[in-house]
């Protein structure tokens, strides 16, 4: 009753919810009742684009024990929250699923920060290729000044020719 989670249990069919802790009114902004009343009211939420995938997976993968989804849901106010929902099945003595058990939380600060991270490594990356560049360009230019300044020597004092390398040189080291 006091984890900030949403355990759940239902039945193997799935058309009675057992149990629903409070967390669901926290996460999912409905009252429980709503999805004892309608077992499948929690699956309105879930945003349009991950709704099909949660439902093949609640249909196939919570019976075998290997249901763990990330979805987003749209809660009433139309904040979308991220959750991650698991599910095993419960077994009696002689191996018959009687339940399925689940535990759904909320994990959008999570993932706030995971993207958050991802840009930052984003930014990094530009960083070190932007320094690299800089690298590599700075030692082009040490070539252009040096060559430069040898042909200065080979051209010797005035001249059209001496004027366009000392172009190159300015140019070259600014």
Not at 9 to 38: C, F, M, N
Not at 100 to 128: P, S
Not at 146 to 162: N, P, T
């Amino acid at each position: 009753e006091s984890i900030s989670e949403v355990f759940w249990l239902t039945t193997p069919d799935k058309r009675q919810i057992a149990y629903v802790s409070p967390g669901y009114e926290t996460i999912w902004g409905r009252p429980r009742e709503t999805v004892h009343a309608s077992p499948w009211s929690w699956m309105e939420a879930i945003h349009a684009d991950d709704r099909d995938r949660v439902v093949e997976a609640a249909f196939t993968n919570q019976r075998t024990g290997t249901y763990d989804e990330e979805y987003r849901i749209v809660r009433p106010d139309g904040t979308i929250r991220w959750i991650r929902d698991r599910a095993f099945p419960v077994r009696d003595q002689e191996g018959e699923i009687v339940r399925l058990a689940g535990v759904a939380e909320d994990i959008t600060e999570r993932r706030q920060l995971e993207a958050q991270l991802r840009q930052a490594q984003k930014m990094e990356a530009v960083g070190q290729l932007a320094g690299g560049v800089a690298h590599d360009f700075n030692n082009l230019l040490t070539v252009i000044n040096g060559c430069s300044e040898l042909l200065l020597d080979v051209v010797g004092d005035g001249g059209e020719q001496r004027e366009l390398i000392d172009e190159i040189l300015k140019a070259g080291k600014q």
